[in-house]
């Protein structure tokens, strides 16, 4: 009979240990679930700001081309509220308080079209840099045109 108690005693510790590695994997799943949620939330959350600023960037040079097209000199620019209240383009870039930085480029196709990039980049901590990158182009559209626009295609 002790020989029945021992192996009885010995499975019982067998089932101890097991149950709490098995606890403790779960504990430890639902902790990175938990961890890892929240960072990817937090990745999101920075990247849709990042593509809030770069859109910011594209409508300032929207704003100015509807005031004067000659304002979108070409080169980089960081974008920024003038002391009149309107958009206005400001040294090579601009850097948010938290910690976004904005360029626009301006390059200019032709004297009334220009092609737009801004780029904001950010700093995620450990994981390394983000950068958001948005493309347009725009035209001076109170230029005039030198030949009526025809929709029909070319004659072969």
């Excluded at 000659?70 to 080169?75: E, N």
């Amino acid at each position: 009979m002790m020989y029945g108690m021992e192996h009885k005693e010995g499975f019982i510790l067998v089932e101890i240990l097991l149950g709490v590695a098995l606890f403790a994997t779960l504990i430890t799943a639902a902790f990175l679930i938990m961890f890892l949620g929240e960072s990817a939330s937090i990745h999101s959350g920075d990247r849709f700001r990042a593509a809030f600023l770069a859109e910011r960037a594209l409508d300032t040079a929207r704003s100015l081309r509807e005031e004067e097209f000659l304002q979108l000199t070409q080169g980089t620019h960081g974008v920024d509220i003038g002391p009149e209240g309107t958009w206005v383009l400001s040294g090579s870039e601009f850097q948010t308080d938290d910690g976004y930085t904005v360029r626009l480029a301006i390059t200019r196709l032709a004297s009334d079209w220009a092609s737009l990039q801004a780029d904001v980049r950010w700093d995620h901590g450990t994981v390394g840099e983000g950068i958001v990158t948005l493309h347009a182009e725009i035209t001076d559209w109170r230029a005039p045109v030198g030949e009526a626009w025809d929709p029909s295609p070319p004659p072969p």
